[in-house]
């Protein structure tokens, strides 16, 4: 790095798009990289929760007499005691609907009602089945149809967060389940169905289904004189801090959150999971409290929405779609967490990449009593895709339409209008497209088959948004020689974003990346940012490191100035610093914040000019082998094709396309929560499967198209989720094309594929139900 | 009865005895010696993140009582390599492949490789995939894991 003449050199280097290892990488495969797991303090109690066991009920009686008598436990904490010190402990970052521990009711089997502290987790977790609640069974809800005309209400009263705007008419609603509704008008669709030459209406489900980090979640809080310190695995530092020092009615510099690497988080890690809980333990107790949950328990703290999706579209003669109507519920379960947002910041993508005139669209997040849901990798996408590129690929054959001709003839392309009203800018669909009709041979002849074993190819594609409006900020701490602190409260938990951050500041400052230590969330030392989710860190803290760059060469320049300098030559940041402070001293600190511009949608119309920063898009192509004795689907290959912009760091980038993709082959294929009457019955990997190397070892190219981001860090944007987004209907439109059975409900089993099978053979209709 | 036992055992080399409480597994034992790379995430032995070598053969740490270590000898993944020093030719394998994202599980994957390029010194695709069928990877990077693989079989042929 030098600044003057030796800008030039900057020119020369390249670190955004080079392919360099994680910046981690050695910690990783040593063992010694750091996650809260494995935090400890000497003399912290363990929490041990004990969860309800009714779906709805009035609690009567907690007796924790025999288990607080049980040899080594430290106490006993129920809701009542947690009022004490919090005397309104209700958390949520859409809803403050809830409590900390359960408090008159409980709405969920597996919510927590009391915890058990001790030293030994054993005794603590031992001590937990000694625990007796005595219950009035109220009635439940479970399905998100049923609870919109249940007389069962989860919630006497909803109690939306007063921060937002655009929640204030819902204050106050009774007798209802439905959390938010999200509704849209763009043209006027019931004229355009009248005119339409075609109409089409299909159904479609998606299961509730749990991300299931392999680090399960965990917190520590250390008290201290009018402060706290908590050690949490979170996605958001700035957030738990914000909502921490609410709860506590303290300032936000009282509550100090700090993180580390996360072994995994897809969104099961965001807002307040277990760190409330253990913040009110320790202030109770004057003792730090470690409460790691089990994979099972990760169950019961949050999940992935199930849904059900009423698509209906109206279509002229030559097949161009004029009108839709999209008809979302979103089964949030017992309490909001941030599904409020994915029904309507994904809600309003919910007619799909296409050019469509008139929309009407209708998002209902809905509480029932099961665990609750709330974002996972697409935050609502992958459900929306699967309806409609189903319906798509439906359309198109009843049509006889090519399904890419059929797409390609209705695309959603830069400079239309979206369905808010927002002009599509940088979103590559065009090329996406026609990058995997060409991967996938498409036009040539595809043998299907014709024996047992029949084979399908199928397509699909799917759009999002990017959340706003969001924050980021980022200081770059300069040494005087010339190596640099990075300190961002971006969390990396998989996905490379420390080692992307490097690099856009080592290629801003001109220096390797190598040269760069980015520090550890950590709320005392690193800036806000929003919060490490959504596919934004790139994006929003990417510009943010940026601009703190930027600001500590403007800095640096300045310096040289001051001290007489030859501004002609170039010199090294050690000569600046050397010759303002007389010896090897001193610092240079810049610093940056991002907001992009958002203007929010109206709360009739749900239009807006600019609804996003930017746009997300991504396909997957998939062939297929059909067993048509078993049912069984065998993929035998895979293409996935994204624009994320221009890549910081393919190899990373690439990674995590594939990763997406194969993630979602469990969403499309074995997971889903079971209940039996509110009781989840397959909360363990032995179970509830998540894919192996078995499932998924087929050939899998990912491909990222050449594109770039006009406000993006040096043209980049966001990547994390757009490999999730086609995969499911993608195998979904392939079965149909192997052997005419539509399966309309993720996960497509083999009994599913099997009994569609059985019905098409006997001439039943072939529509599943 | 006792509910604890004296045990010998070496552990990466080094020779160690101990009192050991019955109900504690490996995990636990190994998390007081500062040794973090074998993790329970699943505790029924079914994702593979608390993968540990017992007298070379690969086994869940959170299914094994720690008294049956008595007499028996351990490897875990920080046997492998030590700070500042070269890597084993199966980590730096990984590294090279970007084999791994969160990688909380990539110490169970490092040493199940260890354990089958012990046996299989030059393993195809199928033998590979049989033997990590119960090693889990969330974030999936399996097809960089299976790279790994063939790229340590190169490494340690140099």
């Given at each position: ?15 955004f ?8 990488a ?25 969860r ?9 009686h ?5 288990a ?10 129920t ?12 958390y ?19 919510e927590?009602?009391?915890?058990v502290?001790?030293?030994?987790p054993h005794?603590?977790?031992a001590?937990c ?9 109220l ?7 049923e609870?919109?005309t249940?007389?069962?209400?989860v919630?006497d ?14 204050i ?16 006027n ?13 299909h159904?479609?489900?998606t ?14 809080a ?12 979170t996605?958001m ?14 300032q ?14 897809y ?11 253990v ?8 003792i ?20 059900t999706?009423k ?6 003669s030559?097949g ?12 949030g379960?017992?309490?909001a967490?941030?599904?409020p ?8 993508t ?17 509480y029932?009593n ?6 996972l ?7 929306l895709v ?8 439906m ?8 399904p ?19 002009i599509?800018?940088h ?9 995997l ?9 595809f ?7 029949r ?13 706003s ?12 020689d ?11 938990m ?8 490097a ?11 190598e ?19 959504g ?6 803290m990417?510009?943010?490191?940026k ?20 501004e002609k ?29 958002y ?11 600019n ?41 990373i ?10 993630m ?22 032995a ?8 499932d998924?070892?087929f050939?899998?190219e990912?491909?990222?198209?050449t594109?770039?981001h006009?406000?993006?860090?040096y ?14 209907p ?40 | ?18 009192e050991v ?31 540990i070598?017992?007298?070379?053969l690969?086994?869940?740490g ?5 008294v049956?270590?008595d ?5 875990t ?6 700070i500042?020093?070269?890597?084993h ?8 492949k970007?084999?791994f ?7 169970g ?11 299989n ?5 199928e ?5 990590f069928?119960?090693n ?5 990077s399996y ?7 063939h ?8």
């Open positions: 790095m030098f600044i003057g003449k030796g800008a030039a050199m900057i020119k020369n280097l390249s670190e798009g080079r392919s360099l290892p994680r910046i981690e050695r910690q990783k495969v040593s063992g010694s990289a750091e996650y809260i797991h494995h935090f400890t303090i000497p003399g912290m109690l363990f929490g041990k929760i004990y309800s066991t009714v779906a709805h009920g009035k609690i009567l907690i007796n924790s007499t025999i607080k008598s049980y040899p080594g436990v430290h106490s006993v904490i809701g009542e005691d947690i009022k004490k010190i919090i005397p309104n402990p209700y949520g970052p859409a809803f403050l609907d809830q409590p900390i521990l359960a408090l008159d009711k409980v709405h969920f089997i597996g927590p009602v009391a915890v502290l001790s030293q030994d005794i603590a977790e001590a089945q000694l625990i007796e609640v005595e219950y009035e069974e009635d439940a809800v479970f399905d998100e149809i609870a919109l249940s007389s069962s209400i919630h009263e909803l109690k939306p967060s007063g921060t937002f705007p655009d929640l204030k008419h819902l106050g609603r009774k007798q209802t389940n439905i959390a938010l509704d999200f509704h849209l008008k763009h043209g669709s019931d004229d355009a169905f009248k005119r339409s030459a075609h109409v089409f209406e159904i479609f489900h299961q509730q289904a749990m991300h299931t980090p392999l680090e399960p979640m965990v917190s520590i250390v008290p201290a004189d009018n402060s706290i310190t908590i050690h949490s695995a996605q530092p700035s957030f738990v801090r914000l909502e921490i020092a609410r709860l506590l009615g303290w936000e510099n009282q509550v100090r959150v700090k993180s580390a690497h996360l072994g995994g988080g969104g099961a890690k965001v807002y307040i999971k277990v760190e409330a809980l913040t009110a333990l320790a202030l109770l107790t004057k730090p409290v470690k409460i790691s949950l089990t994979m099972e328990e990760q169950f019961y703290t949050i999940s992935k929405h199930s849904t999706f698509i209906k579209s109206g279509l002229d030559s161009r779609l004029i009108a839709r109507d999209c008809k979302v519920y979103w089964n379960g017992a309490y967490d941030i599904g947002r994915v029904a309507q910041k994904s809600g309003f919910a007619a799909g990449p296409y050019d469509i005139d008139h929309v009407s669209i209708d998002s209902y997040e809905i029932t099961l665990p609750p849901a709330g974002a990798r697409g935050f609502g996408i992958p459900q699967w309806a409609y590129e189903c319906h798509t690929d359309l198109a054959d009843e049509l006889k339409i090519d890419i001709k059929f797409r390609k003839l209705n695309l959603l392309r830069n400079g239309s209008k979206q369905a808010t009203g927002s599509i800018t979103m590559e669909s065009d090329l996406v497209l026609d990058t009709s060409k991967k996938m041979a498409w036009d040539s002849n043998d299907r088959g014709n024996g047992v074993i084979k399908g190819r199928g397509i699909a594609i799917g759009f999002k948004a990017s959340v409006p969001t924050t980021s900020t980022a200081v770059i701490t300069m040494h005087g010339g190596s640099c602190l990075l300190a961002i409260s971006t969390v990396d998989g996905q490379g974003s420390d080692t992307a951050m690099q856009i500041a080592g290629q801003t400052l001109g220096i390797e990346t040269r760069i230590k980015v520090i550890r969330p950590d709320t005392d030392i690193t800036p806000y940012d929003m919060g490490t989710l596919s934004r860190s790139t994006f929003h990417g510009n943010a490191v601009i703190a760059a930027l600001d500590a060469l403007d800095k640096l320049s300045l310096m040289a100035k001051k001290a007489g300098l030859d030559i170039s010199n090294s940041p050690s000569t600046i610093l050397q010759k303002t402070y007389g010896m090897q001293a001193g610092t240079v600190i810049g610093f940056g914040s991002y907001k992009p511009i203007i929010p949608t109206d709360l009739v119309t749900g239009e807006s000019k609804v996003t920063p930017f746009w997300m898009v991504g396909a997957s192509g998939v062939e297929v082998e059909v067993d048509t004795e078993t049912g069984h689907i065998k993929i035998t290959n895979m293409i996935n094709v994204v624009d994320a912009g221009t890549l910081v760091n393919p190899k980038a690439t990674t995590q396309i594939s990763g997406a993709a194969i979602q082959c469990g969403f499309t294929f074995t997971e889903e929560m079971l209940f039996d009457d509110g009781q989840l019955i397959n909360g363990s990997f179970d509830y499967k998540i894919p192996s190397i078995h998924v070892h050939p899998i990912n491909i990222c198209v594109s770039s006009d406000t993006g860090p043209g980049a944007k966001g990547i994390g989720e757009s490999g999730t987004f086609g995969v499911s993608a195998v979904a439109n392939a079965i149909f094309d192997a052997v005419g059975i539509r399966i309309t409900s993720l996960p497509i089993t083999p009994e599913k594929v099997f009994q569609a099978l059985l019905r098409k053979n006997e001439g039943e209709a072939n529509h599943e139900h | 009865m006792n509910t604890s036992q004296l045990i010998h055992f070496q552990l990466n080399g080094k020779n160690i005895t101990v409480e019955n109900h504690i597994n490996v995990v636990e034992l190994l998390n007081r010696y500062q040794l973090k790379g074998a993790r329970e995430s699943c505790g029924q032995g079914l994702c593979g993140a608390c993968t070598l017992v007298d070379q690969a086994i869940s959170c299914l094994t009582p720690a049956m270590l007499g028996k000898s351990v490897q993944v920080e046997g492998l390599s030590s500042n020093e070269k890597l030719p199966i980590q730096q394998a990984f590294i090279n970007g084999a994202q969160c990688a909380f599980c990539t110490p994957f490092i040493m199940m490789t260890k354990h089958l390029l012990d046996i010194p030059n393993p195809t695709d033998e590979i995939c049989d033997f069928t119960g889990l990877c969330r974030c999936g097809p960089e894991i299976i790279a790994a693989v790229e340590a079989v190169e490494l340690m042929k140099n």
